[in-house]
């Protein structure tokens, strides 16, 4: 019997090599590799453009990039956030020497639930660090009321959110900065790498001074900087990257709604809803596997990957499950227990704008498997 070809959960839009010729020709011919260089400064243009923003700090990834928005807003202490996101939301408080404080996420949006989040500031609580999951908006107006009222700042990973708006326009406006990803599996990717969104010129220049080693000028370090600067490479693939981005969101929206036509007839799977948001960027299909669905969640995960079809359990384990991290009071399940719960029901699609709609019929036929 052949094999069907391997489905995975995403896979990276790329465009034609011979398109990318040319400016690899330029850069060969500048031999500028780096340092803020002309194909860095356009991207930086195009997407503060594209976004709806009106600064922005191109950032070698976006682990790197939260890291520095930590730095440029001097955050110290503890930092509210949620344990369901990727480990680098974490991972960039702890090499911070930050202390996360873990906060149960809202059962419909699975995002930080600000209704949590009072309860867990202490006289060491400097800032809230949510994650707009899936690429769907936080409830950033509570949020902000609850930092206002605290005076604390807001740092959102917006690693899933490029392109995403809400009420109010760009979901990358909201908080004291936003923190994209563009690494190979986001809808956007310059094969790996980030970007800090700066409320003003100001803050964008202590930023711009924090990815370059705290460089002014040949002479002058001004902070304790690191390495963090994108490559005229990454920064030429991402302008490239940009002329499709168009075409990627809306292939992802069709797929997306196919998907939502055809899962509603199988019991036990229940698609995740949006948040809100008046245009999405589709990053994610994640599916909740209940009770009543013939197969446990990873009995499910088993039978796509026995059939070639590689979906994944984002978030599981949770963040707070991790050694680094277990042992942090708030990281007790007993305190997390939306999370803990969507943790192991939670199942990715597949959705990349590459797949085709008998890819997702093949999907959807081995996940039904029991009613043929």
């Known amino acids: ?12 839009q790329l465009p034609p090599l011979d398109e990318f010729i040319p400016y690899l020709e330029k850069i060969w011919d500048s031999k500028i590799l780096t340092n803020g260089g002309p194909f860095h400064q356009q991207l930086e243009a195009a997407l503060c453009s594209y976004l709806g ?8 990834n976006g682990t790197i990039g939260l890291i ?20 680098a939301t974490a991972h960039s408080l702890l090499w ?5 404080v873990f906060v149960d996420i809202h059962p419909q949006t699975l995002n930080l639930d600000p209704a949590k989040i009072e309860a867990a500031i202490t006289p060491q609580t400097t800032a809230i660090m949510p994650v707009h999951c899936y690429g769907h908006p ?5 949020i902000q009321r609850i930092a206002d009222n605290y005076n604390l700042k807001v740092i959102y990973d917006a690693a899933h959110a490029f392109g995403v708006k809400c009420h109010c326009g760009s979901v990358l406006t909201h908080g004291d900065l936003s923190v994209l990803s563009f690494h190979a599996t ?17 803050t964008k220049v202590r930023i711009d001074h924090l990815k370059n080693f705290g460089f002014v000028d040949e002479t002058t370090v001004v902070a304790p900087g690191i390495n963090g600067k994108m490559s005229e490479i990454n920064a030429a693939f991402g302008l490239l990257q940009l002329k499709g981005i168009d075409a990627a969101l809306a292939r992802r929206a069709e797929i997306d709604q196919l998907y939502r036509q055809l899962l509603p007839a199988i019991r036990g799977i229940r698609p995740v809803g949006d948040a809100g948001e008046t245009t999405s960027n589709h990053a994610y299909f994640p599916i909740m596997v209940e009770a009543d ?8 995960y088993q039978r796509l990957r026995d059939n070639n079809i590689f979906a994944r359990r984002y978030f599981y384990p949770l963040i707070s499950d991790f050694p680094m991290y277990r042992g942090f009071a708030s990281a007790n399940p007993v305190n997390l227990p939306v999370a803990t719960e969507a943790s192991c029901k939670v199942l990715c699609l597949p959705i990349s704008p590459n797949l085709s709609s008998n890819d997702i019929l093949r999907i959807i036929n081995c996940i039904n498997f029991f009613d043929k």
């Open 1 to 12: 019997m052949s094999i069907s070809k391997p489905i995975y959960v995403t896979e990276p």
């Open 293 to 300: 669905y013939a197969l446990s969640r990873d009995g499910l």
């Open 96 to 100: 911070n020497g930050i202390k996360p």
């Open 68 to 87: 520095t928005a930590l730095q440029a807003l001097r955050i110290t202490g503890e930092v509210i956030t949620t344990p369901y996101s990727f480990v």
């Open 138 to 142: 936080c409830d950033v107006d509570a």
């Open 186 to 202: 986001k809808v956007f990717n310059t094969f790996e790498g980030g970007a800090i969104i700066c409320p003003d010129a100001k």
């Open 53 to 60: 923003v009106e600064h922005l700090a191109l950032f070698a």
